[in-house]
């Protein structure tokens, strides 16, 4: 899991990257620095990281400022902040998932962290095939489809066979984002283009049947997520 941080003052950095590696321990964590917070966004387009810790009041553009441009994309990372204030604490409503003040304490971090890394788990998606394990970005997976036995995982990149069903895939999933329009498929609602009542068009253009069975059942569903 790849953690930046950054901060100008080079005694927080210090603090700060010391208390990121106490908590981790066991050495799991990939932590990056950086004293200017342009430099974590230019390095987030070139390999996303999963959490951002930023000092907020940094010469511009500031903490804030970059944060607002990396919540926009789409490998956004998880946002917490250092602040030596609450000024930006309601102007940072949707951009931060925490705000830790300034000097810190190590109480605070882990907690923050801790919390912070299961949101990051809860958007993954972990399996092995041929003894290897791969984590997949939720938003990455267009759908399941299962062929004798095996479930194939089709994703931006590319495609995945390994042993399990749909029903072993479906409580490593979150709540109310997948659905199953066939005892064949289980589809991520995020990427449902248009659904007719007997196929489904994803964004990658795959088209997927919808089985009267099973029609009632996953058209709820889909509403469900888009009243969400």
Avoid at 37 to 55: G, Q, R, S, V
Wanted: hydrophobic share 40%; charged share 20%.
């Amino acid at each position: 899991m790849r953690i930046a941080i950054c901060d100008d003052e080079a005694k927080d950095l210090y603090a700060l990257r010391a208390a990121v590696e106490k908590y981790d321990g066991v050495g799991i964590l990939e932590v990056a620095s950086f004293t200017k917070a342009a430099d974590l966004y230019t390095e987030n387009n070139k390999h996303p990281f999963d959490i951002a810790i930023l000092d907020i009041e940094m010469n511009a553009p500031n903490g804030y400022d970059i944060a607002e441009q990396l919540v926009a994309q789409e490998t956004a990372p998880i946002i917490i902040f250092l602040t030596n204030s609450t000024a930006y604490t309601i102007r940072g409503y949707g951009v931060a998932f925490r705000y830790l003040t300034k000097p810190i304490v190590q109480e605070q971090l882990n907690k923050a962290l801790g919390a912070a890394i299961c949101e990051v788990k809860a958007n993954r998606f972990i399996f092995t095939t041929d003894g290897i394990s791969h984590v997949i970005r939720m938003n990455d997976i267009y759908y399941f489809e299962v062929f004798n036995h095996h479930t194939v995982l089709h994703t931006m990149d590319k495609e995945y066979t390994f042993r399990a069903t749909l029903k072993e895939i479906v409580t490593d999933l979150p709540n109310g984002y997948f659905g199953s329009p066939h005892q064949s498929y289980l589809v991520n609602f995020v990427h449902v283009k248009t659904a007719m009542a007997k196929e489904l068009h994803l964004t990658n253009g795959a088209v997927v049947p919808i089985s009267r069975r099973k029609q009632q059942e996953f058209e709820d569903q889909l509403h469900a997520y888009l009243g969400r």
